[in-house]
């Protein structure tokens, strides 16, 4: 996803600070915040980052910046995150002009941001607690509306929360002989060649619409109360449902405290792999799976998961 910055030879300051802004304008308020924060770590690292000029962002710089990250106990997926944003930048600033290739520190034999990757803490439900989720309907009607979107996201192939928040009556296409959820995910949908995600709407992901269109006030024709404004667009949608992802994670950990699930932190992230956890158990494919989860970053993988159909997948997923 490449904007095209109409300042020349400037302060490389500025021309993040014109890339935010139009992110912003443009409704790609997740991203203008990933630049935002990186922004400012930048400018605690460097407090003449306000004078900086895109060939002063050499190797030695990009160097000093890790060093830096580290010593404020930065861990390897953090500074992974700030360095895919400077990285875009100066792909950014290279291709406008901005920048030269001369200088760019992320090239080959240059700083390698995927060593900085570290595995993270498994995040999955042993079955025997997510019985217990899929089999304890609560009395709070609040923990009851907290259980369920827990287990449409399950049931949805892990589908995140701002892409559950989004989805409205539109995303529901009638395919191969079926009902299905069809959209794209918010985080990767402006890459190359994205490619939708169907979801087949099985009588478990039917059951809970029709709770959530009977027991819930839906706007807007969305199809899950997350979204509780109407009219709202841009950064005050994307800071509404981050509001209300807060308060969900909240009620998860008070739900998992109702149903003495100790095991991990059960926050929304936690359907997602456990998930994929339940279809790797019942030996489903790991390259189906990826499919299934949305990845699209692997190019080599996506070559060959392009030979499984829709109806491969519908099976799959009968297991969850």
């Given amino acids: 996803m490449f904007f095209s910055i109409t300042q020349k030879k400037g302060k490389v300051k500025d021309y993040i600070e014109n890339l935010i802004t139009t992110l912003k304008d ?62 875009a930048t100066l792909n950014k600033a290279i291709q406008d002009g901005e920048a030269s290739e001369n200088t760019y520190p992320f090239g080959k034999g240059g700083f390698n941001i ?18 217990k989720i899929k089999s304890s309907v609560m009395e709070n009607q609040t923990l009851e509306l907290t259980r369920r979107l827990f287990l449409f996201s399950y049931y949805c192939y892990g589908i995140s929360f701002i892409d559950m928040a989004s989805l409205t009556k539109k995303n529901i296409i009638r395919y191969n002989g079926g009902d299905y ?29 029709n709770w959530f269109a009977a027991n819930t006030i839906l706007i807007e024709n969305y199809l ?11 950064e005050q949608l994307y800071n509404h449902i981050r509001s209300r992802f807060g308060r969900n994670n909240k009620n998860l950990k008070e739900l998992a405290k109702q149903l003495d ?15 994929a956890m339940t279809l790797q158990d019942n030996q489903v494919p790991r390259e189906i799976i990826s499919q299934i989860l949305g990845h699209n970053d692997l190019s080599t993988t996506n070559t060959y998961l392009d030979s499984f159909s829709s109806g491969i997948i519908d099976e799959a997923v009968k297991v969850l």
């Fill in 181 to 209: 959820i069809v959209y794209k995910r918010n985080k990767t949908k402006e890459a190359k060649k994205v490619k939708a995600i169907q979801i087949k709407i099985t009588p478990e992901i039917q059951s809970h619409l």
């Fill in 261 to 275: 699930i100790t095991e991990l932190t059960l926050t929304s992230y936690v359907s997602r792999h456990t998930m």
């Fill in 114 to 131: 995927a060593s900085l990757e570290e595995e993270t803490v498994k995040r999955y439900l042993p079955m025997d607690c997510m019985e």
């Fill in 26 to 87: 443009t409704n790609h308020v997740g991203n203008a915040n990933c630049y935002s924060v990186t922004l400012h770590m930048l400018e605690l690292f460097d407090n003449k980052f306000n004078e900086k000029v895109f060939s002063e962002i050499g190797i030695k710089y990009v160097k000093a910046f890790d060093v830096f990250l580290q010593k404020r106990d930065c861990k390897g997926n953090t500074r992974k995150y700030y360095f895919k944003a400077l990285r």
């Fill in 224 to 234: 899950v109360p997350i979204i509780s404004r109407s009219g709202y667009q841009g």
